[in-house]
C-alpha cells in the first residue's frame, strides 16, 4: 500500500522497516527490504513534522549502505548489495537529507532549527561536548549504533565566523532564495576543521548536492550582476589535474575579494591499477567516507547553519586528535596509497595520534605496492615539501616513513633498473669527491637497520631544537621563508647517514658517481636540483665542520698557541701550511664553497651530534669526549675572529683575466692559478697584491719544471 502525503505511516513506522531492512544479511528477509525501499519512493520528505521519521530513514538507509560496503570489504558478515537494492538506494538518496523544495525558502533557513525537534523522535538526549576549541557547547549525543543518523551541532556554538564569513554565507542563501533553488549548500573538508580547532581558515570550498559546481557558480555570478550588490567577476573552472589530485574540474568565483570553490557532492570508485578515481554525484554520506581521514569530513551546512558529522567519527577524533579513516584502513591505502603521506602530514601538523588499524595497514605489502605502481614521484614530492614546510611536528612524516619501511620507496633511484635502494647497501659506494677525505659516516655495506636508526635519531633532534625556535629564526639563506629553512634542515637531518656515500650513475655510456643524497631527491621525489644540491652540501660539509670543531679545540689546549695571527705576519705558503694555518685553509675553502649554508649546517652538526655519538651509533669517527655546543660555539666564533665568516665575498687579489695577462696559460692551468691564489689569499688576508703575485710566479716556474720533468 502506498501513502499520500497526507497519510504518511506513523514515525514509528519506517523505524520497522528500517530494523528490518538493516537485518538482511545472506538473504534473510530481503523481501522486507525491498519492501521498505518501495515506501520511501512514494514519500517525498517535506520538512512537516508528520515527515520527520521519513527524513531520518533516508538518512539512515544512506548511511547503512555505506557501512555495509565497508563490512564487505572487510570481510565482515554482511553480504555485499545487489544491484536491484542499490538502484532502490540511490534513488532514496535522491531526497537524503533534503526536506526542501522548490519555493520552500522558510525549510531552508529552518531545517536546522527543526533538527533539534527532530531529535525527540528518535529518542536522542543532549549532553555537554568535550572541551575542544569551538565545541564547548551543548552538543548531541548521539548512540554508537550503525543505524543512528549524523552527528550535528548548531554552528553558532561551535564555529566563530569572522564578518567576511559570515557576509559570504549570507549571500549564498539568498542566491538559493533569489532562484528559488532546493540546493543544499555546504562547505567541506579542512575549513570546518580548522575553524572547530579555533584557527583561521581563507580556503573555503563549497559543496552543492543537486547541480554542477560550475553551474552554481554562474547562478552566484548572476545573482550578483542582477542585484548589483557588488562587482561581479568571472567564473573560472580548473581542469581535472589528477598529477595534482584534482580528479574533478572546480569552479572558482568571487564574493567580494574572496576566491571560493565550489564542486558537487560525489562519490569515487577505484580500479586496481590507479589511484584515479571514477568520480559521480553522490550524497553526503559518500561523500564524506570517500574521504581521507574524519576529521577532514565534516560539514558546515550553510543552509541550515550546523556542522554535519556524516561518518559519527569526525567530532570526536577531532577532539581527541586522532588520524583515523572513515573506511577500513587497508582500503582507504589500497584505493589511494598517497593518502599514507597525507596521514602523516596531518598527524604532525595536528598534533595527531595515528590509529593502530592505520598502522597496520601501513606496513601491508599491497600498500607497498601501490606506492610503487599508483603514486608518481612528483606527488610524493609535493607532499613531502607541504608536511615538511608547515608548523606542528612535520618530522612526523619523515619518522613515520622509517617507520612503515616506505622511505626506500619514496626515496628512489634507477640504478641498474631498479625502483629503490637494497637493504643491504650494495648500490653504494664511497664518494670520491668528499672534499676533506673524511670516512663516510656508515659503510655502504652496512645494514638498512643500522641507518634507519641513525635517521631517526637525527631527525627527533632536529625537531626538538625547532621546536626550542621560532620559525622565523630558524637559520637559513637569503630569501628563504621560514618553511624553506625548516624544511632544509629536517631532510638534511634524515639524510645524514649517506654522508660520504655516493650511488654510480651511467652518465652518456660512462659510469659516474653521483651524490647518494642528491639522487634519492632529485631522482626519488622530483625535488628541485638547485634545493637537493643545497640539502647535499649540508649533508657533507655539517660533518666537515664537526671535524674542524674537533680539530680546533684540540688546538685551544695547547698553551701558547696563537689562533689568530698578526696583521703583520709572514706570508705563509699553502705547500707549508700546517696545524691552526691548515685549519683555517681549510675552513675558508668550506665556506667558500658552501657560502650561506655554513650557518645552517654548523647548526645541523650541533643538533645531530648527540644522535652520532649514542651509545649503539656505530658512527661517532672521532675520538675523545663529544663535542659540546660550545665547542660549536667556539668555532662560530673563531671564523669571525680571522675574517672567514664571509670569505666568499673577500674580493680576489688577481682575477682569471689578469692570471692569463700575465702568465700566458690556458684551459686548466688558468683554474690552478686561481685556486692557488685562492688558498694564498686564506692564508694571507692582509698580504699585497705583488706578495700574491710573487706567489703565483712560483707556483707557475714549480709547474713547468714538473711538466718538464714529466715529458723527459
Given at each position: 500500500?502506498h501513502h499520500?502525503?497526507n497519510?504518511?505511516?506513523s514515525p514509528?513506522?519506517?523505524?520497522?522497516l528500517l530494523?528490518?531492512?538493516?537485518?538482511w544479511?545472506?538473504?534473510?528477509d530481503?523481501?522486507?527490504c525491498i519492501?521498505a525501499?518501495?515506501?520511501i519512493r512514494?514519500?517525498?520528505?517535506y520538512?512537516?513534522?508528520?515527515s520527520?521519521?521519513?527524513?531520518?530513514?533516508?538518512?539512515?538507509?544512506?548511511?547503512?549502505?555505506?557501512?555495509?560496503?565497508?563490512?564487505?570489504?572487510?570481510?565482515?558478515?554482511?553480504?555485499?548489495?545487489?544491484?536491484?537494492?542499490?538502484?532502490?538506494?540511490?534513488?532514496?538518496?535522491?531526497?537524503?537529507?533534503?526536506?526542501?523544495?522548490?519555493g520552500n525558502?522558510?525549510g531552508i533557513?529552518?531545517?536546522?532549527r527543526?533538527?533539534?525537534?527532530r531529535?525527540?523522535v528518535?529518542g536522542?538526549?543532549s549532553?555537554?561536548?568535550?572541551?575542544?576549541?569551538?565545541?564547548?557547547g551543548g552538543?548531541?549525543n548521539?548512540p554508537?549504533?550503525?543505524?543512528?543518523?549524523?552527528?550535528?551541532?548548531a554552528?553558532?556554538?561551535?564555529?566563530?565566523?569572522?564578518?567576511?564569513?559570515?557576509?559570504?554565507?549570507s549571500h549564498?542563501r539568498?542566491v538559493?532564495?533569489y532562484?528559488?533553488?532546493?540546493?543544499?549548500?555546504?562547505v567541506a573538508?579542512?575549513?570546518?576543521r580548522?575553524?572547530l580547532?579555533?584557527?583561521d581558515?581563507?580556503d573555503?570550498?563549497?559543496a552543492?548536492?543537486?547541480?554542477?559546481?560550475?553551474?552554481?557558480?554562474?547562478?552566484?555570478?548572476?545573482y550578483?550582476?542582477?542585484?548589483?550588490?557588488m562587482?561581479?567577476?568571472?567564473?573560472?573552472v580548473?581542469?581535472?589535474?589528477?598529477d595534482k589530485?584534482?580528479?574533478?574540474?572546480t569552479?572558482?568565483?568571487?564574493?567580494?575579494?574572496?576566491?571560493i570553490d565550489?564542486n558537487?557532492?560525489?562519490?569515487?570508485e577505484?580500479?586496481?591499477?590507479?589511484?584515479?578515481?571514477?568520480?559521480?554525484?553522490g550524497t553526503?554520506y559518500e561523500?564524506?567516507?570517500r574521504?581521507d581521514?574524519?576529521?577532514?569530513?565534516?560539514?558546515y551546512?550553510?543552509?541550515?547553519?550546523?556542522?554535519e558529522?556524516?561518518?559519527?567519527?569526525?567530532?570526536?577524533?577531532l577532539?581527541?586528535r586522532?588520524?583515523?579513516t572513515p573506511?577500513?584502513?587497508?582500503?582507504?591505502?589500497?584505493?589511494?596509497p598517497?593518502?599514507?603521506?597525507?596521514?602523516?602530514?596531518f598527524?604532525?601538523?595536528?598534533?595527531?595520534?595515528?590509529d593502530p588499524?592505520?598502522?597496520?595497514?601501513?606496513?601491508?605489502?599491497?600498500?607497498?605496492k601501490?606506492?610503487i605502481?599508483?603514486?608518481?614521484?612528483?606527488?610524493?614530492?609535493?607532499?613531502?615539501?607541504?608536511a615538511?614546510s608547515g608548523?606542528?611536528r612535520?618530522s612526523?612524516?619523515?619518522?613515520?616513513?622509517l617507520?612503515?619501511?616506505?622511505?626506500?620507496?619514496?626515496?628512489?633511484?634507477?640504478?641498474?633498473?631498479?625502483?629503490?635502494?637494497?637493504?643491504?647497501?650494495?648500490?653504494l659506494i664511497?664518494?670520491?669527491?668528499e672534499?676533506?677525505?673524511?670516512?663516510?659516516?656508515?659503510s655502504?655495506?652496512?645494514?638498512?637497520?643500522i641507518?634507519?636508526?641513525?635517521?631517526?635519531?637525527?631527525?627527533?633532534?632536529?625537531q626538538?631544537?625547532l621546536?626550542?625556535?621560532?620559525?622565523?629564526?630558524?637559520?637559513?639563506?637569503?630569501?628563504?621563508?621560514p618553511g624553506?629553512?625548516?624544511?632544509?634542515?629536517?631532510l638534511?637531518a634524515?639524510?645524514?647517514?649517506?654522508?660520504?656515500?655516493?650511488?654510480e650513475?651511467?652518465?652518456?655510456k660512462?659510469?659516474?658517481?653521483?651524490s647518494a643524497v642528491?639522487t634519492f631527491?632529485?631522482e626519488?621525489i622530483?625535488?628541485p636540483h638547485?634545493d637537493?644540491q643545497e640539502?647535499?652540501?649540508?649533508v657533507?660539509s655539517?660533518?666537515?665542520l664537526?671535524?674542524l670543531?674537533?680539530?680546533?679545540?684540540?688546538?685551544?689546549k695547547?698553551?701558547?698557541l696563537?689562533?689568530?695571527?698578526a696583521?703583520d705576519?709572514s706570508?705563509?705558503?699553502?705547500?707549508a701550511?700546517t696545524?691552526?694555518?691548515?685549519?683555517?685553509?681549510?675552513?675558508?675553502?668550506?665556506?667558500?664553497?658552501?657560502?650561506?649554508?655554513?650557518?645552517?649546517a654548523l647548526?645541523?652538526a650541533?643538533?645531530?651530534?648527540?644522535?652520532?655519538?649514542?651509545?649503539?651509533s656505530?658512527s661517532?669517527?672521532?675520538?675523545?669526549p663529544?663535542?659540546?655546543?660550545?665547542?660549536f660555539d667556539?668555532l662560530?666564533?673563531?671564523?669571525?675572529?680571522?675574517?672567514?665568516?664571509?670569505?666568499?665575498?673577500?674580493?680576489?687579489?688577481?682575477?682569471?683575466?689578469?692570471?692569463?695577462?700575465?702568465f700566458?696559460?690556458?684551459g686548466?692551468?688558468?683554474?690552478?692559478?686561481?685556486?692557488?691564489?685562492?688558498?694564498?689569499?686564506?692564508?694571507?688576508?692582509?698580504?699585497s697584491?705583488q706578495?700574491?703575485l710573487?706567489?703565483?710566479?712560483?707556483?707557475?716556474?714549480?709547474?713547468?719544471?714538473?711538466?718538464?720533468?714529466?715529458?723527459?
Amino acid at each position: 500500500m502506498h501513502h499520500s502525503i497526507n497519510h504518511l505511516p506513523s514515525p514509528s513506522m519506517p523505524s520497522v522497516l528500517l530494523r528490518s531492512m538493516c537485518r538482511w544479511k545472506s538473504g534473510t528477509d530481503r523481501s522486507s527490504c525491498i519492501s521498505a525501499s518501495k515506501e520511501i519512493r512514494h514519500c517525498r520528505l517535506y520538512p512537516s513534522s508528520s515527515s520527520t521519521a521519513q527524513f531520518h530513514f533516508a538518512a539512515i538507509a544512506s548511511r547503512r549502505y555505506s557501512q555495509i560496503r565497508a563490512n564487505s570489504h572487510n570481510g565482515g558478515g554482511i553480504r555485499p548489495i545487489d544491484k536491484s537494492f542499490k538502484a532502490q538506494y540511490l534513488f532514496i538518496n535522491r531526497y537524503h537529507y533534503r526536506p526542501l523544495y522548490k519555493g520552500n525558502l522558510e525549510g531552508i533557513r529552518s531545517c536546522g532549527r527543526d533538527a533539534i525537534a527532530r531529535r525527540s523522535v528518535m529518542g536522542i538526549n543532549s549532553r555537554a561536548s568535550s572541551s575542544m576549541t569551538g565545541l564547548n557547547g551543548g552538543g548531541v549525543n548521539f548512540p554508537d549504533d550503525p543505524n543512528s543518523p549524523p552527528r550535528y551541532e548548531a554552528a553558532s556554538k561551535v564555529l566563530d565566523l569572522t564578518e567576511e564569513e559570515k557576509e559570504i554565507f549570507s549571500h549564498l542563501r539568498n542566491v538559493v532564495e533569489y532562484h528559488n533553488l532546493s540546493t543544499v549548500v555546504r562547505v567541506a573538508g579542512g575549513w570546518v576543521r580548522d575553524k572547530l580547532l579555533g584557527l583561521d581558515s581563507d580556503d573555503i570550498d563549497i559543496a552543492v548536492d543537486n547541480m554542477e559546481g560550475e553551474m552554481f557558480a554562474q547562478l552566484v555570478n548572476r545573482y550578483i550582476e542582477e542585484t548589483g550588490i557588488m562587482p561581479s567577476s568571472k567564473v573560472s573552472v580548473i581542469k581535472t589535474n589528477p598529477d595534482k589530485s584534482k580528479h574533478l574540474a572546480t569552479a572558482t568565483f568571487r564574493i567580494g575579494a574572496r576566491p571560493i570553490d565550489v564542486n558537487h557532492l560525489r562519490s569515487e570508485e577505484y580500479s586496481t591499477s590507479s589511484r584515479i578515481p571514477e568520480v559521480k554525484m553522490g550524497t553526503p554520506y559518500e561523500d564524506a567516507f570517500r574521504r581521507d581521514l574524519t576529521i577532514n569530513a565534516l560539514y558546515y551546512n550553510v543552509n541550515s547553519d550546523i556542522v554535519e558529522d556524516f561518518t559519527n567519527r569526525g567530532f570526536e577524533d577531532l577532539k581527541a586528535r586522532i588520524a583515523r579513516t572513515p573506511l577500513a584502513p587497508l582500503e582507504t591505502l589500497v584505493d589511494d596509497p598517497l593518502r599514507l603521506l597525507r596521514t602523516l602530514r596531518f598527524a604532525g601538523r595536528f598534533g595527531l595520534d595515528i590509529d593502530p588499524k592505520f598502522d597496520e595497514a601501513a606496513r601491508d605489502p599491497e600498500v607497498k605496492k601501490g606506492l610503487i605502481t599508483k603514486v608518481s614521484r612528483e606527488r610524493f614530492g609535493q607532499e613531502i615539501i607541504k608536511a615538511l614546510s608547515g608548523p606542528g611536528r612535520p618530522s612526523k612524516l619523515l619518522c613515520g616513513l622509517l617507520a612503515y619501511g616506505v622511505d626506500s620507496i619514496i626515496f628512489a633511484n634507477s640504478l641498474n633498473g631498479e625502483t629503490r635502494l637494497s637493504d643491504n647497501g650494495a648500490s653504494l659506494i664511497l664518494n670520491p669527491t668528499e672534499p676533506l677525505g673524511l670516512p663516510p659516516l656508515l659503510s655502504p655495506a652496512e645494514p638498512r637497520t643500522i641507518r634507519t636508526d641513525l635517521s631517526l635519531r637525527s631527525v627527533e633532534r632536529m625537531q626538538s631544537y625547532l621546536e626550542k625556535v621560532s620559525m622565523e629564526d630558524i637559520p637559513g639563506l637569503p630569501g628563504d621563508t621560514p618553511g624553506e629553512a625548516q624544511r632544509r634542515l629536517l631532510l638534511a637531518a634524515f639524510f645524514l647517514p649517506y654522508h660520504g656515500v655516493a650511488v654510480e650513475k651511467l652518465v652518456k655510456k660512462t659510469i659516474r658517481a653521483q651524490s647518494a643524497v642528491f639522487t634519492f631527491l632529485v631522482e626519488g621525489i622530483k625535488y628541485p636540483h638547485r634545493d637537493a644540491q643545497e640539502v647535499d652540501d649540508m649533508v657533507q660539509s655539517c660533518m666537515q665542520l664537526r671535524q674542524l670543531t674537533y680539530e680546533l679545540r684540540s688546538y685551544r689546549k695547547q698553551e701558547g698557541l696563537v689562533l689568530v695571527p698578526a696583521s703583520d705576519a709572514s706570508p705563509i705558503s699553502p705547500k707549508a701550511a700546517t696545524g691552526v694555518p691548515m685549519l683555517r685553509l681549510n675552513l675558508g675553502l668550506l665556506l667558500e664553497s658552501i657560502k650561506d649554508l655554513w650557518i645552517p649546517a654548523l647548526d645541523l652538526a650541533r643538533v645531530v651530534e648527540a644522535a652520532l655519538v649514542a651509545k649503539d651509533s656505530k658512527s661517532n669517527s672521532l675520538p675523545g669526549p663529544p663535542l659540546t655546543s660550545a665547542d660549536f660555539d667556539f668555532l662560530e666564533a673563531w671564523a669571525k675572529d680571522v675574517h672567514l665568516e664571509r670569505i666568499w665575498e673577500t674580493p680576489k687579489l688577481l682575477d682569471g683575466k689578469e692570471i692569463v695577462k700575465l702568465f700566458g696559460v690556458s684551459g686548466k692551468e688558468i683554474g690552478t692559478l686561481v685556486q692557488a691564489q685562492r688558498a694564498w689569499q686564506i692564508l694571507n688576508p692582509d698580504a699585497s697584491r705583488q706578495q700574491c703575485l710573487e706567489y703565483l710566479k712560483g707556483v707557475v716556474r714549480d709547474y713547468f719544471v714538473s711538466q718538464h720533468s714529466e715529458n723527459a
